[in-house]
Nanobody
Framework: QVQLVESGGGLVQAGGSLRLSCAAS????????MGWFRQAPGKEREFVAG????????AYADSVKGRFTISRDNAKNTTYLQMNSLKPEDTAVYYC??????????WGQGTQVTVSS
C-alpha cells in the first residue's frame, strides 16, 4: 500500500501561484507514476497532470498547459504541482494519485484550492 498526503492548498487571488505537494509513504520502493486530479463542486473529477516514475514523461490537461508544472523528487518521495496564473475556474479540491499498472490505485485525501476573482 501507498499512503499519499497532499498539502499546499489555500486561498489565492486570480493571477497568483500555489505549489501543491504530495508526500508518499508505505511501499514507495515500487515504481509508480503520479497524477494530480481535481474536482470542483457539482463537477466530475478530472485529470490535471501526470508524471512517469523517472520524471521523463509528463502530461497535462489542455486547461492547464503552460500554467501548471508537475514534478517529482523520488529521493523525498514527493510529487509537486506548481500552479501559476491561477484562474477562478481552477478552484477545486486537488488530489494526488499513484499508478502502478494501468489505473490510479492510491489516492490522497485532497487539498482545497480556492482562487478569488
Amino acid at each position: 500500500q501507498v499512503q499519499l498526503v497532499e498539502s499546499g492548498g489555500g486561498l489565492v487571488q486570480a493571477g497568483g501561484s500555489l505549489r501543491l505537494s504530495c508526500a508518499a509513504s508505505g511501499r514507495t520502493f515500487r515504481p509508480y507514476a503520479m497524477g494530480w486530479f481535481r474536482q470542483a463542486p457539482g463537477k466530475e473529477r478530472e485529470f490535471v497532470a501526470g508524471i512517469s516514475w523517472s520524471g521523463g514523461s509528463t502530461a497535462y490537461a489542455d486547461s492547464v498547459k503552460g500554467r501548471f508544472t508537475i514534478s517529482r523528487d523520488n529521493a523525498k518521495n514527493t510529487t509537486y504541482l506548481q500552479m501559476n496564473s491561477l484562474k477562478p475556474e481552477d478552484t477545486a479540491v486537488y488530489y494526488c494519485a499513484a499508478r502502478v499498472g494501468t489505473s490510479y490505485d492510491h489516492w490522497g485525501q485532497g487539498t482545497q484550492v480556492t482562487v478569488s476573482s
